[in-house]
């Protein structure tokens, strides 16, 4: 169907064809009548000509019998030369129409008598008789005769005939024709019309319309098989409508459903200004659901929180889950935002009761985007993204909550959006920079090495940090081609580091989780090092403990063929993640760096610097390098030497910056290698490494 409810070029040409085509019945009598015409004239032709010829083989033996028999009456006038007798016996036969002359010759071929009756036509035909003459012992020949005939006659009657013929086959055709037209418009057409008017009258509205047919003949016997069909199809079409409009494992409206129950809102609403509260629903963990307790149980999770869902809403409401974990709760009317939050958060109740699968006692957790808006707003089709825009901010910022669309929220998802639109525009006109950060020894407060870090030169927004545009990334696609961008601007700025005497500093690099995925990762790495003159022990490999969780088998053996490079493998953000220890044991790692989160507070909090201090041991232990990200200030830095933390990371060293900046800072840092900057220079925005 296309926009403006036009009929697609099928279903069009599918209704106008009737109308275009003939008839069953005119079409039986024309393929009928014109061959019943040409049997029937062809029989009677062959009758007549049948006749034709036996009148003619009739005519031939009579003017024989003529001949002979005059011949004997002749014989003796022509022998004794009475030649008047002669003459008058051939006057005799000419009032015979179908001789035209007739000649007497004697024994010499001599002409003794003619006569003519009329012109000789194009039919003539002739007879020749001899004449005997017998007298006691004379038998003699005393000449012939010789008659000629035309089959004018015949051929005039046989004509007569045929015309006659031909006149009344037309006729008996035409009543033929107007007998079949007659008897098939009763049997046939119009059981056929009434069949047709049916499946148009159901095609319009969808509707089952049995066909009126009375006969008992087969054409009745077809007609009730079609009543009995179209009962039948109505009935399937009824469940098959419902099953394309609802889910069924919950027996709720699904999307398709969705915008024809918004067209349904706007119209039945009862004032312009009745506001329509729409709250999109995502259950949290639900992955996790199904993966501990197996998808039975998990659509057994699915169908409780839409019976919850249903026992929570009133009758006005409508309840849909549009897929996956996706529910959608529509209130037609509201008396204003504070009301729509407060049903919001009754919805958030009831999904948090305690289920039970497998005889254990799981607390569901969902996040809830609402939009509210009046019923006659133009954005009232717009609500599911609206409310969508919502749910991402409560998903992304504060999970288990409800999320109500503002406009800031509104400017964020612009926003977003624009970022996501102007990425290939990014990578294409080189708005990507890489920033590179400083890793010190905290005891001598010598550089050890650079981490590289991305930000985004926007033309419009300026320069954004990593955090807002690498999801965006990520759900792009475009993981790899930033990790080639990054990994190939790191092994420049090794140029320039070994170009300026510092070829032991390192560079890290931060590995995206779908990169530990691709085994052929360590292959492009060696390839660009030695493409470019860089060892691959030059690069320092930075891990996140949520990329190792998602595919263990798999990463572990890209940190082993990184390994065997050469290159430093690190893992990032330690602590933060899941079986922290296990991965210390199982995976090939050179180095931990502590979350800045357990930073953050010390020296205040004895409990992050006991946890610091466990992490020191353990590490001391497996024979890790540990390096303390997020330090800004000297007491921190003092506690992390306390605690056996060699080397350190943050803003008390220096900021984030492009390698001009990185290169001058470096080159300060040689000339007072004993000096700590508390405050390093900035030239570009601050952002947190």
């Not at 005393?142 to 015949?154: E, M, V």
């Not at 329509?276 to 699915?302: E, P, Q, Y």
């Not at 507070?601 to 006991?610: H, L, T, V």
Request: aromatic share 6%; glycine share 8%.
């Amino acid at each position: 169907m296309r926009a403006g409810g036009g009929m697609t070029d099928p279903e069009r040409t599918g209704q106008a064809a009737p109308s275009r085509s003939r008839s069953v019945v005119r079409a039986m009598i024309w393929a009928t009548v014109p061959v019943l015409l040409l049997v029937q004239l062809l029989a009677s032709a062959g009758v007549e000509v049948s006749s034709f010829w036996s009148q003619i083989r009739l005519l031939d033996a009579r003017i024989a019998r003529v001949a002979e028999s005059r011949a004997e009456l002749i014989a003796e006038p022509l022998w004794k030369m009475r030649y008047e007798q002669v003459t008058g016996v051939l006057n005799e036969i000419m009032h015979d129409e179908s001789i035209s002359a007739a000649a007497v010759y004697d024994d010499t071929g001599a002409a003794i008598a003619r006569v003519e009756a009329r012109p000789e036509g194009p039919a003539v035909a002739e007879v020749s008789r001899p004449i005997n003459y017998r007298n006691g012992n004379i038998a003699v020949q005393a000449g012939r005769i010789s008659i000629a005939y035309s089959y004018a006659t015949l051929y005039a009657d046989t004509g007569s005939r045929l015309v006659l013929l031909l006149v009344v086959g037309l006729l008996a055709t035409l009543a033929t024709m107007v007998a079949m037209r007659i008897s098939a418009n009763i049997f046939i057409g119009r059981p056929l019309a009434a069949m047709m008017s049916a499946i148009q009258r159901s095609k319009q509205d969808g509707r089952a319309y049995p066909a009126d047919v009375k006969s008992s003949n087969e054409f009745g016997q077809l007609a009730r098989a079609f009543n009995a069909m179209q009962h039948t199809t109505s009935g399937a079409l009824d469940r098959l409508g419902h099953m394309a409009s609802h889910d069924p494992l919950t027996g709720l409206p699904n999307r398709r459903s969705l915008s024809d129950r918004l067209a349904i809102l706007s119209c039945d609403a009862n004032s312009a200004d009745c506001l329509v509260a729409f709250c999109f629903i995502d259950l949290d963990d639900f992955k996790g659901i199904n993966d501990t307790f197996g998808h039975d149980a998990g659509d057994k999770f699915l169908v409780h929180i839409s019976e919850r869902l249903r026992g929570t809403v009133e009758a006005a409401d409508w309840v849909a889950r549009l897929g996956g974990d996706e529910f959608v709760v529509i209130r037609p009317e509201v008396s204003g935002p504070e009301a729509a939050q407060a049903f919001a958060h009754r919805l958030l109740d009831a999904i948090s009761e305690p289920i039970r699968l497998h005889d254990k006692q799981v607390v569901p957790r969902a996040s809830i985007g609402l939009a509210v808006r009046r019923a006659d707003d133009p954005e009232l089709s717009h609500l599911p993204a609206l409310a969508d825009i919502a749910l991402y901010h409560a998903k992304s910022k504060a999970p288990g909550t409800v999320a109500v669309l503002d406009e800031a929220l509104q400017r964020d998802y612009r926003r977003r959006r624009d970022l996501e639109l102007a990425i290939p525009a990014g990578f294409a006109e080189g708005q990507f920079e890489v920033w590179y950060q400083g890793q010190v020894d905290i005891e001598s407060q010598r550089v050890v090495g650079l981490e590289a870090l991305i930000r985004w030169r926007h033309p419009e927004y300026g320069v954004i940090g990593p955090g807002e545009f690498l999801p965006l990334i990520e759900r792009s696609g475009n993981n790899a081609r930033l990790t080639r961008y990054v990994l190939t601007d790191a092994c420049h700025a090794l140029q320039r580091l070994a170009a300026a005497g510092k070829p032991d500093i390192r560079i890290a690099i931060n590995l995206p989780p779908s990169e530990l995925a691709d085994h052929s990762l360590a292959g492009e790495i060696g390839e660009t090092c030695d493409r470019l003159g860089v060892a691959a022990s030059s690069l320092e490999l930075e891990i996140t403990e949520g990329s190792l969780i998602n595919n263990i088998a798999g990463a572990s053996e890209t940190l082993r063929r990184l390994r065997r490079l050469g290159a430093t493998i690190a893992l990032d953000d330690f602590g933060t993640g899941y079986s922290s220890l296990a991965h210390l044991r199982r995976f090939p790692l050179d180095k931990v760096k502590i979350d800045k989160a357990f930073i953050r507070e010390i020296p205040g909090s004895a409990e992050d610097k006991a946890i610091v201090g466990i992490i020191a041991s353990l590490a001391g232990t497996l024979g890790l390098t540990l390096v303390a990200e997020g330090i800004e200030r000297a007491e921190q830095a003092q506690a992390m030497r306390e605690m056996g933390v060699r080397f350190g990371q943050g803003f008390l060293y220096q900021r984030p910056q492009p390698l001009e900046a990185a290169m001058q800072w470096l080159d300060s840092q040689a000339a007072s290698e004993n000096r700590v900057l508390a405050d390093s220079p900035s030239i570009t925005p601050d952002f947190a490494a």
